[in-house]
Each structure stands twice: as structure tokens, then as C-alpha cells.
């Protein structure tokens, strides 16, 4: 049985059939299994063959130019896209759990909810299976950070870039990084305002991936607004 069958099969997904996405008026009918899939479409649009064309088919080279094998790139966004907002069923941001692999008490907010999904749904064997799980916990920090950015001014410093690449990948080579970026990219199903988007972007250029000899292309306005309307 393959990954999305299993998601698809599994308590979380039929839970997130039920719930509305809170990125859309509740009046929509849009489920928080529409947004998991549609972040999935896009993720398709990004890195297919047969994906859009302008800055897509130029992020497309940019990330063959960085080594990433395209094929297995899309696959792991694929499987974070159906999981990254799964834990929104279950989160309780003024709560506490035990964080499911450091067991440390943190706050139950919906990334570490969404990583017990994960880990309870992936199999022992699935290809890449810590990847996903790493980028299902981090795919809210761009966002975090961009908030931090909007009230304090200042961009984390070269440490901060270096660990979050290397809890993605541990060959701390900046493939982290890029997979993430690209990721933020396909998340911006609902989002009224995506201006986190280019910003994480242009500074992970700027604060790690330069200097690894590796870029990921800026989106302009008009990209993300094209890529927006394609699923939606």
C-alpha cells in the first residue's frame, strides 16, 4: 500500500475531512483534507515535468543545479503536503504535550501534533521517512520567523539558518533549506498574504544557501499569485 493511501486511511485524514480549513470563511465548505490536497497540487505544479512554466521552470533548474533529484524531491513534499496540517484536528495551543521524539513538555500547537500524525501513519521503511517528519515539525518557522522579523526588525542570525537546514538534513549541505523553501512555496493555499514567502526565501539565500554554492529563485508577485489560482 503506498503513503497516501495510508494517509487517507488513517483516523487523522477522516477527522481532517470533517474539519473546516481555517484558512477560508467557514461558510466555503473547505476542509482542512481540501487544503492538505491542494498544497499537494501545487507541490506538483512546482517540481513535475509538466509543471508551470516562467519562475517554476527556473526554480526547476535551479534546484537540479543544487543536486536535488527532482523525482525524490517531489515525493517528499507530496507526503509532507497530505501531513503537514493534519495535526490542526487535535492542536491545543494553550495546552502542553510530550513532544513525541525529545519528550520535552511543549506547547500541543498543531506542527507537533501533525508530527505524531506522521509518525504514527508513515511506515518504519517509507523512503526519506525522517525528512518528512523533520520538515512536517518545521513547516511553520518560516512563518514564525517572518513574524519575528515584522515586530523586531532582525533576521536569525547564520546559527539559526544552519540548524534548521541541518534538522532537516543532516548532511548540512543547505538540501534542508531548499526543501523547505520550496515547500513554503506550495503552502500558500488560502493565504491572503504571502509576503513570508519571497522574504524566507531571499534571506535563506542570503544567510546559508550562497554560501553552499546554491540558490533557490525569489518569487515575484505575479508567480505566487499564478500559482495561487491554479488549485484554488
Known amino acids: 500500500m ?6 487517507k486511511q488513517s483516523t487523522w485524514w477522516r477527522e481532517a475531512e470533517r474539519t473546516p480549513d481555517r484558512h477560508y ?15 499537494r497540487g501545487n507541490v506538483h505544479l512546482l517540481l513535475s ?5 516562467g519562475y517554476f521552470a527556473e526554480l ?3 534546484l537540479a ?7 525524490a524531491t517531489l515525493e517528499i513534499l507530496s507526503t509532507v503536503a497530505l501531513l503537514h496540517d493534519i495535526g490542526k484536528t ?3 495551543r494553550d495546552a502542553e504535550c510530550e513532544h513525541p521524539l525529545t519528550h520535552k513538555r511543549v506547547k500541543m500547537r498543531h506542527p507537533v501534533v501533525s508530527l505524531l500524525a506522521a509518525l504514527e ?18 513547516h511553520d518557522t518560516p512563518y514564525s520567523w517572518y513574524m519575528q522579523f515584522q515586530r ?25 533549506l531548499i526543501l523547505l523553501c520550496v515547500f513554503k512555496l506550495a503552502d500558500i493555499d488560502g493565504h491572503d498574504d504571502v509576503a513570508d514567502v519571497p522574504w524566507f526565501i531571499e534571506d535563506a539565500n542570503a544567510s546559508l544557501l550562497r554560501e553552499k554554492g546554491k540558490w533557490v529563485p525569489v518569487p515575484d508577485r505575479e508567480s505566487l499569485r499564478r500559482l495561487a489560482q491554479q488549485v484554488s
Open 121 to 138: 501513519t508513515l511506515p518504519d521503511d517509507q523512503p526519506s521517512r525522517e525528512a518528512v517528519l523533520a520538515l512536517v515539525e518545521e
Open 25 to 39: 470563511d467557514a461558510s466555503s465548505g473547505v476542509t482542512l483534507a481540501d487544503h492538505l490536497l491542494r498544497v
Open 90 to 92: 487535535s492542536e491545543h
Open 60 to 62: 526547476r533548474e535551479a
Open 49 to 53: 515535468p509538466e509543471g508551470l512554466d
Open 65 to 71: 543545479a543544487a543536486g536535488c533529484d527532482l523525482e
Open 152 to 176: 523586531s526588525g532582525q533576521i536569525p542570525r547564520r546559527k539559526a539558518w544552519a540548524r534548521l537546514d541541518r534538522a532537516i538534513d543532516p548532511r548540512e549541505d543547505g538540501t534542508g
Open 2 to 7: 503506498n503513503v497516501e493511501k495510508l494517509i
